[in-house]
């Protein structure tokens, strides 16, 4: 395939994608999270391309425009899968590197349990296995750290909120230690957008979450990058994601950072992410 990907379409849905790089080079899938788009991720993205690699960011599903069903069961775990499987045959040049940031790394999670044959490396951001999340919500305090999880499943609710009290969102969002840039981004991207009831669909559809899809032992090669000053993941799940990853193992902690590291950290994602793939045979 010599032309750019823009967009690929699965199930009648139409998804956005940014495809930047070497249009040869070893191919990155760089998957965003929430409340963001594939622009979270542009600044990492820029410095793998610098280093010879071709990275396909797509908008996921409830995101891109074109991609927005109706419905909390159209954002199970294994759609949200499904989406970048068919992503990677679109472009025909698997199995690639695959990168994910929060819900992103979920998704990544999952599609590397039951297709290892499409996944070359793995890097997660922030969010451990699905496994040693929950191992981590009875054995530390990630139950209080992901009340707002919970809250994310109330129907409607969630939506009205934000949108009549944007500066509760704001609030929020910067005590996290998210940027003044990047919440700019967040009114933009998706509540001016219309992408806030799809990305709180993530959310309801846990409850549909196949067990398969939360449990599976992980066979590629995989990184685990988790910051010290993460306020929504606690370091127990970090620890613990190596019982559920029966290839090679590492876990980089960055101290310091916040939750948001592809945008905070960018240049220290990128050198752990090079490391990882560069430590398989090419």
């Known amino acids: ?74 954002y199970r775990v294994s759609e949200l899968a499904d989406d970048v499987v068919a992503l990677i045959r679109e472009i025909d040049r698997g199995p690639v590197h695959l990168v994910g940031h929060d819900w992103g790394a979920m998704v990544a999670w999952s599609l590397a349990g039951v297709r290892p044959d499409l996944i070359r490396t793995l890097v997660t951001v922030s969010v451990p296995h699905p496994g040693a999340f929950v191992r981590s919500l009875v054995s530390s305090d990630q139950l209080a750290r992901s009340y707002y999880m919970g809250l994310f499943q109330l129907p409607v609710l969630p939506e009205r909120l934000m949108i009549a009290r944007p500066d509760l969102l704001d609030r929020a969002l910067a005590g996290t230690g998210m940027t003044p840039d990047a919440i700019a981004r967040v009114h933009s991207e998706i509540l001016d957008a219309g992408a806030l009831t799809g990305a709180l669909n993530w959310y309801r559809a846990l409850l549909f979450a196949a067990r398969r899809a939360m449990s599976a032992p992980v066979r590629v090669p995989v990184t685990h990058i988790w910051s010290t000053g993460d306020t929504a993941l606690g370091r127990r799940g970090a620890e613990l994601t190596e019982r559920h990853v029966t290839g090679d193992y590492r876990l980089a902690v960055i101290d310091g950072a916040s939750h948001w590291l592809p945008e905070e950290r960018p240049h220290e994602l990128a050198d752990i992410i090079v490391e990882r793939i560069e430590s398989v045979p090419k």
């Open 1 to 74: 395939m010599s032309n750019r990907l823009t967009s690929f379409t699965r199930a009648g849905l139409r998804f956005d994608v940014v495809d930047s790089g070497p249009i040869d080079g070893p191919v990155v899938v760089a998957l965003h999270g929430f409340p963001q788009t594939a622009s979270s991720l542009s600044e990492l993205t820029a410095l793998l391309n610098a280093r010879g690699y071709r990275t396909l960011a797509p908008n996921q599903r409830g995101y891109s425009p074109g991609a927005r069903p109706r419905g909390r069961f159209a």
